[in-house]
């Protein structure tokens, strides 16, 4: 029912009801409900590597927990607390508790509500090229990591399987309407300003992160994770300085050793990561979930 990886990492559940497995999360119905079980799975690159980090489902299911109950919109969280459905022995009990959130079924709308306050990642490599990001000019000569002079909102399609796709807010409107397409750019905006006020508060800058959204009938929802070091980058704010690429609380640090010390090829199985690796990238989260729940 439950696979463990050498380090005692949760990377496979297999419980006797409808799944949909994701590349983190193993998502079972309930018939009224959705279990969604965060593994300790970790992805880079569109490749779910062959390890997984320790205790990391328990981290991003907490992380998740505080925003849904912090953030002022309705959200997709029923419970954090395990159905008798999921309650197959002891053991699986122990291995699904603090990783399994019970939340209201949604029709997920097909678009990922990105919003990035800081110069990074993609958005840089694009500015770079382009002086643009997502097609959004910017003023010349910004920085790497710079604050921007507002968050940007970008969405991306959300792909099965590849690389998602960024795309213009007129796209969404196409796809959408402009009014769905609209609210879901403010309330995204407004998320990440709530968001970015506590976490510097807790000495956290949000560079950027990623929104999912859907409807329980006529009700727009905040569903799947929020604000994790899965979905999001965060950064110290007391060493922050741009110009240069930041030390990161994130999996930003695996993509680094995936694109810089493996020398994989991006194109073949992924490598096994290192005992180090494994660990600095465990701390790295736990410190995210340390500061971010500071006080709570």
């Given at each position: ?15 006797p009801l409808p799944l949909q497995r994701g590349k983190v999360r193993d998502v079972y119905d309930l018939g009224d409900a959705l279990a ?34 912090f953030l002022p919109l309705p959200n997709h969280l029923i419970s954090t607390g395990l159905r008798p459905e999921l309650q197959f022995s ?207």
């Open positions: 029912m439950l696979t463990f990886d050498d380090n005692g990492a949760l990377i496979r559940t297999e419980l969604i079980i965060s593994t300790d799975r970790i992805s880079a690159f569109d490749y779910v590597l062959p390890d997984g980090i320790p205790e990391k489902g328990r981290i991003l299911t907490a992380i998740s927990q505080f925003w849904f109950g002891e053991a699986v009990t122990a291995a699904l508790t603090g990783r399994t959130m019970i939340v209201r079924k949604a029709n997920v709308v097909p678009f990922e509500c990105v919003v990035r306050g800081y110069l990074e990642g993609s958005g840089w490599r694009e500015y770079q090229a382009t002086g643009q990001v997502c097609g959004i000019p910017l003023p010349a000569e910004l920085r790497q990591c710079e604050r921007l002079p507002s968050p940007l909102f970008t969405p991306a399609t959300k792909a099965t399987s590849g690389h998602d796709e960024n795309v213009s807010l007129e796209t969404m409107i196409t796809a959408l309407d402009r009014p769905l397409a609209e609210r879901l750019r403010d309330t995204s905006l407004e998320i990440y300003r709530l968001a970015s006020e506590h976490a510097r508060r807790q000495g956290l800058i949000i560079a950027d992160t990623k929104f999912e959204f859907g409807f329980a009938g006529d009700e727009l929802l905040l569903i799947d994770e929020v604000l994790t070091p899965d979905s999001s980058r965060f950064w110290p704010a007391d060493s922050f300085q741009p110009g240069q690429a930041q030390p990161s609380f994130d999996k930003q640090f695996v993509r680094e050793w995936l694109a810089d010390t493996s020398g994989w090829d991006r194109n073949s199985p992924p490598p096994p990561l290192p005992t180090d690796v494994i660990e600095k990238t465990q701390a790295k989260y736990l410190e995210a979930q340390r500061r971010l729940l500071a006080g709570q």
